[in-house]
């Protein structure tokens, strides 16, 4: 099966105006670049983005709060984008703040489709309002949902035809649950290898898991913050 696009544009193209998608990366790292690029192009607009933050003001994801098609943010960091943070401050945006460990884990159980888990984590807190909450093992915990998508936005080092992916360190946060979590999965690579050109060993999400896979012709890799030391005097 042969499940290559010929591009970033002809992805978005699938994805219609209201939608919600996981985006992976950390940071600015492993992100989908030319699928948020292309999203950008193509104008679609009141998503719900599901990501770990919120980009940067003219980079990532925060290319699409700045043309204003994003609806509603679910993530755990989002302090290096002034707009997001103009926006949220004047009710433009919604938003839903989630700890970083119980945002990997809903979208792990949105994959497994496991029904909710309880967490210690957020108890007490503005987290935890309106939420069931237990005390297990003598520790008060919160009832967390899991997260689903309609669409997931990942980025890995190599693929297959077939979809079989694998990631470069930093860049493997949140991608491979995303791949999980979401009704159809797109896929962009830096390197797209013909099947059984990857060692099994290597491959981290399976290609059960994406349904769409495309090369992405450039990327930038964008540094959030660069930090150099200076020599001695």
Not at 107 to 123: E, H, K, L, Q
Not at 166 to 180: E, I, K, Q, S
Request: charged share 25%; net charge neutral; glycine share 12%.
């Amino acid at each position: 099966m042969n499940k290559v696009l010929p591009s970033a544009e002809d992805a978005v193209a699938r994805i219609p105006d209201g939608a919600t998608i996981m985006m992976g990366g950390f940071g600015l790292c492993g992100i989908p670049e030319n699928l948020i690029a292309a999203l950008r192009a193509r104008g679609t607009h009141d998503l719900t983005v599901i990501s770990n933050n919120a980009g940067v003001d003219e980079f990532g994801i925060g290319v699409l709060l700045r043309a204003r098609q994003v609806r509603k943010m679910i993530s755990t960091y989002v302090g290096e984008n002034k707009e997001f943070e103009r926006q949220f401050l004047a009710g433009e945006l919604e938003v839903e703040l989630v700890p970083q460990g119980t945002f990997a884990e809903r979208i792990r159980a949105g994959g497994a489709g496991i029904a909710g888990f309880f967490t210690p984590t957020g108890y007490g807190t503005l987290v935890a309002e309106g939420k069931e909450t237990r005390t297990i093992g003598g520790k008060p915990c919160v009832l967390e949902q899991p997260l689903h998508a309609d669409f997931a936005f990942v980025k890995a080092w190599k693929g297959d035809r077939v979809g079989n992916l694998v990631y470069r360190r930093t860049a493997r946060n949140f991608n491979p649950v995303m791949a999980t979590a979401a009704d159809v999965t797109f896929a962009e690579v830096e390197q797209l290898v013909e099947p059984g050109a990857l060692d099994p060993d290597h491959i981290v999400t399976p290609g059960i898991f994406v349904n769409y896979i495309l090369q992405g012709p450039k990327y930038e890799k964008r540094i959030e913050k660069r930090t150099v030391s200076g020599g001695r005097s």
